[in-house]
């Protein structure tokens, strides 16, 4: 979900609203750890088993991006994310990954989406689901 806020200068500023684990990366990834506890690593390799070699994948709610470093190297791994935390922490790392906000901008295309145990964020999951997913 975007915000639009009035600034007192008159100009309109976008604010991207993120809990305190989306606006740091540290604290998201060691919460994900906490939650998913020894599933973590399994999660993502069940996921980057589907993964076709050479394919691109987007992945949507990327949070940190943890799933690129289960990809094969032949893979074109692109993630988005509402949080500019998020987003700035992947591309330090060297990691494809963009702001964006999916309920309000069309989804960049790719042989792959990816959107894992973020569903319950959004105000609508079916038409965000549909949106993500065109064959819905």
Avoid at 23 to 37: D, K, N, Q
Avoid at 90 to 113: F, H, R
Wanted: hydrophobic content about 35%.
């Amino acid at each position: 979900m975007v915000m639009e806020e009035a600034s007192s200068s008159g100009t309109t500023q976008t604010s991207y609203p993120c809990g305190v684990l989306y606006r740091f990366p540290a604290v998201y990834a060691l919460a994900m750890r906490l939650i998913y506890g020894k599933s973590y690593s399994t999660r993502y390799r069940s996921v980057a088993c589907y993964v076709p070699p050479h394919s691109t994948v987007l992945d949507v709610c990327c949070g940190d991006a943890k799933l690129s470093s289960f990809l094969p190297k032949s893979v074109s791994y692109r993630g988005i994310d509402i949080s500019p935390a998020c987003v700035s922490y992947a591309s330090k790392m060297g990691i494809s990954a963009a702001l964006g906000d999916i309920e309000n901008t069309p989804i960049p295309q790719a042989d792959v989406i990816v959107i894992q145990g973020s569903l319950y964020q959004f105000k609508d999951p079916k038409k965000t689901y549909c949106q993500t997913v065109p064959v819905c």
